[in-house]
């Protein structure tokens, strides 16, 4: 099992991000305010960090930049686009539930 995938699992709700990434930081901020926690995973500043880097540009179909990468219940959801289209769509409330991030 890859790197990328151990981490995904582990929690509900997991942000591939860099540490100088703005919209890293807006996507990891609207979960923190849905209440979600997030676990986050700095690849700048991760030991594997360049190996991971490279395993979700496979799994995006593209190259770098790669983050912010989000899974929601191990399963990759995509990036800023992807995310804030889901929430502006009310599907991502939902989609946190169903995954065990949010209990209310």
């Known amino acids: 099992m890859d790197q ?8 509900a ?3 591939f991000t860099s540490s100088r990434c703005s919209m890293c930081h807006s996507v990891t901020s609207l ?5 979600v926690n997030a676990a986050v995973y700095e690849l700048d ?5 360049r190996e991971m880097e490279r395993e979700l540009a ?3 179909g593209r190259g770098p930049p790669v983050v912010p990468a ?10 800023t686009n992807r995310v804030m289209a889901l929430h502006l769509a009310g599907e991502l ?4 539930k ?4 949010l209990w209310l």
Request: charged share 20%.
């Open 4 to 11: 990328v995938t151990k981490l995904a699992s582990e929690r």
């Open 13 to 15: 709700v997991v942000v």
């Open 31 to 35: 979960l923190t305010n849905l209440g």
């Open 45 to 49: 500043k991760e030991q594997r960090g």
């Open 58 to 60: 496979r799994r995006l």
């Open 70 to 79: 989000v899974f929601i219940g191990g399963n990759l959801v995509g990036g």
């Open 93 to 96: 409330v939902p989609m946190l």
């Open 98 to 101: 169903c995954a065990g991030a």
